[in-house]
């Protein structure tokens, strides 16, 4: 991880875009993506999305992304020079606000990306959990 945590995340107009598709379509399941991209001076930029399969049990409200997708992701990010940064899922009737489960789960160093906006609950937000625990990130597109 960097010296200083990173304060925002920085998601282009055409990953926003690709991550909105994913969960209306697949409604009323919850999407799940791998987040590639880069750390630079306190940001977190995202570069490409890797969609995954949700193979979680209760995909109406929890997400688990297929590891063979988990390990394509990491090589294809690799194989470009970058990594990755994080998981992105939908919310599809629930706020962008990560559940108890999403927090547990969070591997630390890695930013968990919630959307709700599939259910009108707003945009993607970024959190990132680090020594101190999970904190919400300032989410820019750009």
Do not use: K, Y
């Not at 940001?43 to 688990?64: G, K, L, M, Q, S």
Request: glycine residues 10%; contains cysteine; charged residues 25%.
């Amino acid at each position: 991880m960097m010296e200083s945590p990173p304060e925002r995340v920085r998601i282009p107009r055409r990953c926003v875009e690709i991550l909105a598709g994913m969960a209306r379509d697949s409604d009323p399941h919850e999407a799940c993506a791998l987040l590639e991209g880069a750390l630079e001076a306190g940001a977190v930029r995202i570069d490409a999305v890797h969609p995954a399969a949700n193979i979680a049990t209760e995909p109406r409200t929890a997400f688990e992304a297929d590891p063979g997708a988990v390990v394509a992701a990491l090589a294809q990010a690799r194989a470009r020079g970058r990594i990755i940064v994080g998981l992105w899922h939908s919310h599809p009737r629930g706020p962008a606000v990560p559940s108890e489960r999403d927090l547990r789960e969070l591997w630390p160093g890695w930013l968990l990306l919630v959307d709700g906006a599939s259910s009108g609950q707003g945009a993607p937000r970024a959190f990132l959990r680090g020594p101190a625990g999970v904190r919400e990130l300032i989410a820019a597109q750009g």
